[in-house]
């Protein structure tokens, strides 16, 4: 049974940084390529980083590029977002989604908030 399980949102001010965490289990994560994707009030999602099954590759949009770190450790099975110099426009609910390699349909974790303000 595949489950994602996000940790790590909070209220921050600009400038701060934090990371948000994904714990999956039922799966491995090598079989996956991974990413978070973010969605604000009235704005579509937008992915902000991906990370291939093998770890050796990421992509990030120009929005977030050089502010945004993602990351997976396949022993503990846990997908990483990193976030600096955080900007109010960085609000939003964050997901962390896999894809499995080669086939078959992506699993969603619940969302987590991240507010930048003050």
């Known amino acids: 049974q595949l489950q994602l399980v996000e940790s790590g949102g909070s209220l921050v001010q600009p400038g701060g940084s934090l990371r948000l965490s994904c714990v999956a289990s039922g799966l491995s994560l090598d079989g996956y390529d991974m990413g978070w994707i973010r969605q604000a009030p009235g704005k579509d999602r937008e992915g902000v980083g991906c990370?291939?099954?093998?770890?050796?590759?990421?992509f990030y949009p120009d929005s977030v590029k050089d502010r945004f770190t993602i990351s997976a450790d396949f022993t503990l099975n846990t997908l990483y977002l990193e976030i600096k110099r955080l900007r109010p426009e960085d609000t939003a609910v964050y997901f962390c989604?896999?894809?499995?390699?080669?086939?078959?349909?992506?699993?969603w974790g619940q969302g987590i908030q991240v507010t930048v303000s003050g």
């Open positions: 989604r896999f894809q499995p390699y080669g086939y078959g349909t992506p699993s």
């Open positions: 990370i291939n099954r093998r770890g050796d590759f990421t």
